[in-house]
Each structure stands twice: as structure tokens, then as C-alpha cells.
């Protein structure tokens, strides 16, 4: 059972200008699975340890960026009380989809940071899922990075405050960490959770609408990230920042950048949350820090390079 009406983050699509390239760098380098083609122009992809049919689409398009991010709900009952909850109090632009495949019926929300949030419970199981008679720990050898999962995604934009409102009063998702304004009024920055996870998404302030600046996946300790840093090496990935500690979230962590120029990150540790934790807060002053754990400065361009 879950601890809140949301599992966790479960379908994003990504524009990519550079359809194969691109592919190559999500299937080969970082190490996801094609589960199949939507269309000439979209290809579905899955990590090996989740059960969904698919949890990422690259869509070619003529610039970089985030097309959506979709959440799996528990049931019908907390995808329909969120749909009727958002009509009714915050009277947020409302649509739905049908022709996801693998997908049941999907809700988009337009939230005020000018971002597509999909909401919906059904999605079929993956023809690739994770062994569940006497399952042995996997079943295809991992290859890539080996992530296990889609884990968040950051996303920035304006009216930050109504956004996370909204992430808190309509989807039942509760706030970790955050980051106060210079003048310590307001988030700069919100972490949220709608399970056990630091993060399922967080929300950053910024005056262009409907910007992502990662899409993080999940590896399983500091040794992983190590051999990502070696795949990176390898294969002269562009890198951004890392290997490294966040001092928020306590994750470990390397960002780097796709062909297309959309930011990845791969995430391991972290601290592990629960509803009745108090929420940990981070003064302007110490940003670097909680970024930048060792360094304890800000990266001048992790914050100006967004898609």
C-alpha cells in the first residue's frame, strides 16, 4: 500500500532533435531497454527493474525539452478525486489521452509552471519485467550505467508556489526540503515525495515556463556511480558536474547531458522519508552547499542551462 494516493514518477517524454544519436546515449550509455516505436518520431524505452510497459518516449522534435511527466496513481478513485479536486479549487486546464500504448486512460493537468503533469492508474505490465517465480536478481544482464528505474525529474518555471499548492493540496505529495528565497520569503526551490523516496519531483523557480533542467535515474550506491563516471569517460559523454554529494536529498550523483542537450542525472542514496518527518529547510546563503556538498559553491552553469 502506499503512503500517499501517489506510487511515483512513471512516464515522461522527452524532445530530442537528434532521434539515434539520442537512442544510442538513453539504450547503449545509460542503459535502458526499447520496449517499440509509437511512430517514426517517438521510441518507448524502460529500465530493467520496473514493471510498467514503458517509463520514458523520445519524441523528435526541433528542439530540446520536456513534453510531459506522468505520475501512477494507486487506483481510478485517486486519479478521479484529483481531476475533480483540481477543476473545482484550482480551475487548472484539464485533458485526457487515450492513445498511450500500454497505457490506460491518462489526465494532463497544465500546472502554473507551465508544465504537462499526466495522472493515471492502469498501465500494462512490460513483456521485460523484473522475474517473479524464485526471481533470480535480474533477468537480461544489465548493460550501460544499469539504472533501475526513472527516479524524478527537477522542473522550473513561474508562480512556483501555486505548483507546489497544487502538488501538495490535490495530489497528496508532501514537501522534504526546500530552499528559501534570498529574502526569506517563499521557496526558491521545492523537493517533494509522494513515497518513502527524498524526491519525486521537484519544483524551481524561474522565469520561462514549462523548462526541465534534469531527468534523473536511479542507481543503487556510490559504486554505480563510479562506473558511470567511467562510462562518461569512455565514450566522451558531456559532463556537468560530479561525481559528487548533494547536501540536500544526501544523494550521489553525476549530471551530464544527452546529444540533444537535455540534462541527465544519475542518482544513488539519499536519505529514506516518511509523512511524519519534520521538513529540512536551506537558507540562500547555503545553496552551494546543499548542491555542491564538498565544493560548497554553485556550478555557474548549472543553474543557466536548461531545456
Given at each position: 500500500?502506499?503512503?500517499?494516493g501517489?506510487?511515483?514518477?512513471?512516464?515522461?517524454?522527452?524532445?530530442v532533435?537528434?532521434?539515434?544519436?539520442t537512442l544510442?546515449h538513453y539504450r547503449?550509455?545509460?542503459?535502458l531497454?526499447?520496449v517499440?516505436?509509437?511512430?517514426e518520431?517517438?521510441?518507448m524505452?524502460?529500465?530493467?527493474?520496473?514493471?510498467?510497459?514503458?517509463?520514458?518516449?523520445?519524441?523528435?522534435a526541433?528542439?530540446?525539452?520536456?513534453?510531459?511527466?506522468?505520475?501512477?496513481a494507486?487506483?481510478?478513485?485517486?486519479?478521479?478525486?484529483?481531476?475533480?479536486?483540481?477543476?473545482?479549487e484550482?480551475?487548472?486546464?484539464?485533458?485526457?489521452?487515450?492513445n498511450?500504448?500500454?497505457f490506460?486512460?491518462?489526465?494532463?493537468?497544465?500546472v502554473?509552471?507551465?508544465h504537462?503533469i499526466?495522472?493515471?492508474?492502469q498501465?500494462?505490465l512490460?513483456?521485460n519485467h523484473?522475474m517473479?517465480d524464485?526471481?533470480?536478481?535480474?533477468?537480461?544482464?544489465?548493460h550501460?550505467?544499469?539504472?533501475?528505474c526513472?527516479?524524478?525529474?527537477?522542473?522550473?518555471?513561474?508562480?512556483q508556489?501555486?505548483?507546489?499548492?497544487?502538488?501538495t493540496?490535490?495530489?497528496?505529495?508532501?514537501?522534504t526540503?526546500?530552499?528559501?528565497?534570498?529574502?526569506?520569503?517563499?521557496?526558491?526551490?521545492?523537493?517533494?515525495?509522494?513515497?518513502?523516496?527524498?524526491h519525486?519531483?521537484?519544483v524551481?523557480?524561474?522565469?520561462?515556463?514549462?523548462?526541465?533542467?534534469?531527468?534523473?535515474?536511479?542507481?543503487?550506491?556510490w559504486?554505480e556511480?563510479?562506473?558511470a563516471?567511467?562510462?562518461?569517460?569512455?565514450?566522451?559523454i558531456?559532463?556537468d558536474?560530479?561525481p559528487?554529494?548533494h547536501?540536500?536529498?544526501?544523494?550521489?550523483?553525476?549530471?551530464?547531458?544527452?546529444?540533444?542537450?537535455?540534462?541527465?542525472?544519475?542518482?544513488?542514496?539519499g536519505?529514506?522519508?516518511?509523512p511524519d518527518?519534520?521538513?529540512?529547510k536551506?537558507?540562500?546563503d547555503?545553496?552551494?552547499e546543499?548542491?555542491?556538498?564538498?565544493?560548497?559553491e554553485?556550478?555557474?552553469?548549472?543553474l543557466?542551462?536548461?531545456?
Amino acid at each position: 500500500m502506499a503512503l500517499t494516493g501517489i506510487l511515483r514518477t512513471g512516464l515522461v517524454q522527452l524532445r530530442v532533435t537528434d532521434l539515434e544519436e539520442t537512442l544510442q546515449h538513453y539504450r547503449d550509455r545509460i542503459g535502458l531497454y526499447v520496449v517499440g516505436n509509437i511512430d517514426e518520431n517517438r521510441v518507448m524505452l524502460k529500465a530493467y527493474d520496473e514493471f510498467d510497459h514503458h517509463s520514458l518516449v523520445l519524441r523528435k522534435a526541433d528542439k530540446p525539452g520536456l513534453d510531459f511527466m506522468c505520475f501512477k496513481a494507486l487506483d481510478e478513485k485517486t486519479v478521479n478525486d484529483i481531476v475533480h479536486k483540481t477543476k473545482d479549487e484550482f480551475g487548472f486546464p484539464i485533458t485526457f489521452e487515450d492513445n498511450h500504448p500500454g497505457f490506460g486512460r491518462i489526465w494532463f493537468i497544465t500546472v502554473p509552471t507551465g508544465h504537462q503533469i499526466g495522472i493515471y492508474n492502469q498501465v500494462e505490465l512490460s513483456e521485460n519485467h523484473p522475474m517473479i517465480d524464485n526471481p533470480h536478481i535480474w533477468k537480461d544482464c544489465p548493460h550501460g550505467m544499469g539504472p533501475a528505474c526513472v527516479d524524478h525529474a527537477l522542473l522550473c518555471g513561474p508562480n512556483q508556489a501555486e505548483t507546489v499548492r497544487w502538488f501538495t493540496e490535490c495530489m497528496g505529495m508532501s514537501i522534504t526540503e526546500y530552499v528559501l528565497n534570498p529574502d526569506g520569503q517563499g521557496h526558491l526551490c521545492t523537493w517533494l515525495s509522494g513515497n518513502t523516496r527524498g524526491h519525486d519531483v521537484a519544483v524551481l523557480s524561474f522565469n520561462k515556463p514549462g523548462m526541465i533542467h534534469h531527468l534523473s535515474f536511479q542507481l543503487k550506491n556510490w559504486d554505480e556511480i563510479g562506473r558511470a563516471a567511467d562510462i562518461i569517460g569512455r565514450y566522451g559523454i558531456k559532463i556537468d558536474a560530479g561525481p559528487m554529494r548533494h547536501g540536500i536529498t544526501r544523494g550521489q550523483t553525476i549530471y551530464f547531458f544527452d546529444p540533444s542537450g537535455n540534462r541527465n542525472e544519475t542518482y544513488a542514496g539519499g536519505y529514506e522519508y516518511f509523512p511524519d518527518h519534520p521538513t529540512r529547510k536551506w537558507t540562500a546563503d547555503h545553496v552551494g552547499e546543499g548542491i555542491f556538498y564538498y565544493e560548497k559553491e554553485l556550478n555557474g552553469r548549472f543553474l543557466s542551462i536548461l531545456t
